[in-house]
């Protein structure tokens, strides 16, 4: 039977981050002049700490660099993050996530002796999965509210050119659906692409979040 009872581990993991939220956060995330403007520019200056305490590699294996940490841990530190502010909660609960499904599970060596360096050297080096075509996003809390709609084309295709690891990828036709796009930096796209293209690809990208906070 699956337990929810929070071990010691756990416990010290979700106070750890609580007080970093309730220090660091809540001051910037919520102060009045902030919501007044209604301004959700994201609070990269936080982000960097946050993933200099390991929560960007939160799920990656120990052996890659990271904490290894099981599906509960992960969703105890992300609904602490969001208690402060949910973009910095979904910032890092995704790069996390793609981390350990990448790096750990669909990655060759040679991709990950490429790639796995950079994401753990930076920072601000974070994952997004790019699903849809932009603007056609209807999971529950984007659209919920307005009429059921016939999923849309996927009009983008990807073209890869070079060798391994992964070449060089461009993206024609329409756009990629990544959260907080206008912030990211794209830095590749997945291998294994057909060079005469591929239309309705998945598409993952790592980014560098870039910006002031």
């Known amino acids: 039977m699956y337990n929810l009872h929070l071990s010691p581990e756990q416990l010290e993991i979700r106070d750890t981050v609580?007080?970093?939220?309730?220090?660091?956060?809540?001051?910037?995330?919520?102060?009045?002049?902030?919501?007044?403007?209604?301004?959700?520019?994201?609070?990269?200056g936080l982000l960097d700490q946050a993933s200099q305490m390991g929560l960007r590699s939160l799920a990656l294996s120990e052996e890659r660099g990271g904490a290894g940490a099981d599906a509960l841990t992960a969703c105890i530190v992300t609904e602490e993050l969001a208690a402060g502010d949910a973009d910095i909660a979904a910032v890092l609960s995704e790069s996390s996530r793609l981390a350990h499904l990448l790096f750990d599970r669909a990655m060759s060596d040679a991709q990950r002796d490429a790639l796995l360096p950079k994401f753990m050297g930076g920072d601000r080096y974070h994952l997004a999965f790019a699903g849809h075509e932009g603007g056609?996003?209807?999971?529950?809390?984007?659209?919920?509210?307005?009429?059921?709609?016939?999923?849309?084309?996927?009009?983008?295709s990807a073209v890869k050119s070079g060798g391994e690891p992964f070449g060089e990828t461009a993206f024609r036709?329409?756009?990629i659906g990544v959260g907080d796009a206008h912030r990211l930096e794209p830095e590749f796209a997945p291998p294994g692409l057909d060079g005469a293209g591929e239309q309705g690809v998945i598409v993952i990208c790592c980014c560098f979040v870039h910006g002031s906070s």
Request: glycine share 8%; proline share 4%; aromatic share 4%.
């Open 18 to 44: 609580r007080d970093f939220v309730t220090r660091e956060i809540k001051p910037v995330a919520l102060k009045a002049e902030r919501l007044d403007l209604g301004d959700r520019s994201l609070l990269t």
């Open 136 to 156: 056609t996003d209807t999971r529950l809390g984007v659209n919920y509210h307005r009429p059921a709609s016939a999923a849309a084309a996927v009009k983008t």
């Open 173 to 175: 036709g329409g756009e």
